[in-house]
């Protein structure tokens, strides 16, 4: 996959034509529930929506879409984490601004047209207001997308005291992983064919660079899944069979959700 973010000066980063053709035009529900409320946060003299959900007081996770926007799976992320022991208050920016990718095709247009620095500005305004209500620390995790984001935070944006990025992988243009300045753990597929963003020799290569940072990090890489593992709704599983990807992700992704439970614990603990 070439790797190329269209605000960056690249090329596009672009899924595909790594997608099966059977992927059709998924009608799927929102899963929003009453426990998630809609807030609104400024920075740049820009209004933008954001959701939350968590304990009051509890240590912030900012949970960073993938390239479908704020969907099913982002809301049901961001509600498994508020609910994970001790408790935290997880937060999504909406990056795109309330549009929503229905299929492979409105969801690259979407990510095409992000501006990436300006996403990064929103999680700096997003960690920053977490911290204003009630968080004394706050930690980053993202997916697809997000999981590049999540890793650009950790060298970008302060106030980020931890960071867990799942399947993604920003370009040097944005942020160069070796100087991350917070604990980073990350988290891979085997099967992931998405060449230099996510796949093995891309997550390598991360860990080595992770290494040279001399902060804490882990990289792990699941055996016999692919992008996209930790989407275990039914409606996910949906899009992902739809997507080619006919892995059985179940039980890695209650194996990554312990580890991520573990190093959000540890680094976000008072």
Known sequence: MALFFKTL??????????????FARLQIRSM???????????RDGITFDAYVVGKEDAPGIVVIQEWWGVD????????????????????????????VGLDVA???????????????KDIQASV?????????KVGVTGYCMGGALTIASSVLVPGVDAGV???????????????????????????DNFVGFSDIKAAKALEEKLKASGKPYEVHVY???????MNTSPEGIERRKGMGMTDDNEAAAELAWSRFQSWMNRYLSS
């Open 9 to 22: 000066g690249s090329k596009s980063l672009n899924l595909r034509p790594h997608l099966t053709p059977s």
């Open 165 to 191: 990025a799942f399947y993604g992988i920003p370009p040097p243009e944005l942020a160069d992983p070796a100087n991350t300045k917070v604990p980073i753990q990350a988290h891979f597929g085997e099967l």
């Open 128 to 136: 920053n207001w977490l911290k204003a209500n009630g968080s004394q």
């Open 223 to 229: 055996p016999g899944v692919a992008h996209a593992f």
């Open 72 to 99: 099913f799976e982002i809301k049901n992320h961001a509600l498994k984490i508020s609910q994970l022991q001790p408790g935290y208050k997880a937060l999504i920016p909406d990056l795109y601004r309330g549009k």
């Open 106 to 120: 409105e969801a690259q247009h979407l990510m095409d047209g992000l501006d990436w620095p300006g996403a990064v």
């Open 32 to 42: 929003a529930t009453s426990e998630i409320k809609k807030i609104q946060i400024q």
